[in-house]
Each structure stands twice: as structure tokens, then as C-alpha cells.
């Protein structure tokens, strides 16, 4: 629900960054939501130094759906975090009428564990796109995942103030739907979520907006055999430009 999520990433990063990519996430089977948990420690970016504007840009227009936002399945055998990291999640912002809160699930082939991030993703202050006097979070604002070995997959989920769950995976949402869109970016991760349930939604997925810091290692790793760097990328459309240029000549010299 703010500056147009799709355009603006794929204008930003995918062009000649090559840092654009689908977010791959974690199996939803084993997760169960706990109604005991508790709000952890959420830390101020003034705290933290995290700097969120950059990310603002991506926050997409409230009730302006995201075309074919179906592409953006996400593959749940990929966020698997390559290296071990003290994993964080940043809130950007939020434009839901309901009272979201965020949780994440963390696997390996042994064991399983998850928690609560945000038990009120609700956005108060300057900047905010929907704001209320009663609201949580600030822009910036971090709630800690932990220490996360690596080998272990993450996921992460929306319980939507009408009580349902939404993960990563459509196949294992109640309505069979896509709720979640990811990228990555700036050696972070970006996280949309549509809470709206069924057909009745709007689909622009900026319900609640997160950015995943799990390390640049590890982004790198997930993006690395996908999306080229940065100088290749530049150095392909060098090459193309000037083949091009070369084949105009000979074509001006071959019509002269």
C-alpha cells in the first residue's frame, strides 16, 4: 500500500543492478500459530542505524493491484540460509485496515522453531500510510529472529486481523491464493504481504512491508545462480551495444 511496489523494483533494481530476485521460503506444513506468544524487544532505527527510506519507494499504492502478482509464487525450498547469521526483520510500513501481526518459522532436517515478530504491525508517525493513535510501530522499527545456522530455512507468516493465516506457499493458503511477493534488493530482502482473504482482495500487497536482513552472504548465494552481477550485466549490454554499432557500419558501408 504505498509507491509502487512492482515498478518501482523492477525500475530500480532490475534493469542494471541485477539484484532483483524471487524470495524462495520455507514449508508452511509444520508451522503452528501459538496464541501465547509474547511481542519480542523492538528496537528503534535510531537504535540500530537501520536506514528505511530507501525501501519506502516500494511500498505499493493502496487498492492498486500488482499485475499477475500470481508469478511471485514463492518457492519453498530456497530460502535456506547458506551461512549463519543474527537474523533481523525491519518493518517498513502498512496499509491494512486490520490489526496484522508477523510470525516466522525457522527448519532444518532435525528441528523446528518459530516465534513472533510483530504482535501489532500496526504503523504510527510520520510517514506512515495508514496511521492511528493507538498504533505500534514505527517506520524502521526491528524485532529480532536470532541466530539462524546455516542449512536452516525461513519462512514467515501473516495471521490478518480476521484470523487467518497466510503463508508463502498459495498451495497451503485456505483460498489458494498468493499472499506474499518478495525481493531482493541492496543485499536485503523485501517482503510484501496481501491480508485480505478470497477473491475480495485487493492484491497490492502492502498490507504490511517488511525488509529481511539475513546477511549479504546469504543473499548473494540465494540470488547468485539466477540474476548475473552487476558488472556482467553491464558488460553484456556493452558488448551488445557495440555489435550492434559495428553492424551498422558494415551495413552503411555495404549500402555505400
Known sequence: MKATLLTALIAATA???GLV???ETASAAAFT??????QPTISSKSKTGFNDTPFQQFVQKESV???NSGQFKLDPSKLNLKYDYDVSVFFINEGA???NQLAFNATTATTSNSGLLFKDAS???VGCMMSGGDAVLQLGDQAKVGNIAAGTQLDFFLKSGASKILGTQTALNGDGLNHVISYAYNNYIILGFEDVY???SDRDFNDLVVVLDIGEANVKALIGATVPEPSVTLSMFAV???SMFGLRRRQTRNSN
Open 97 to 99: 485496515s486490520y490489526r
Open 15 to 17: 534493469t542494471l543492478t
Open 123 to 125: 504503523c504510527g508517525g
Open 21 to 23: 530476485a524471487k524470495v
Open 240 to 242: 551488445g551495444a557495440v
Open 65 to 67: 493491484a500488482i499485475a
Open 198 to 200: 478470497g477473491t475480495a
Open 33 to 38: 500459530w501459538n496464541n501465547a506468544w509474547t
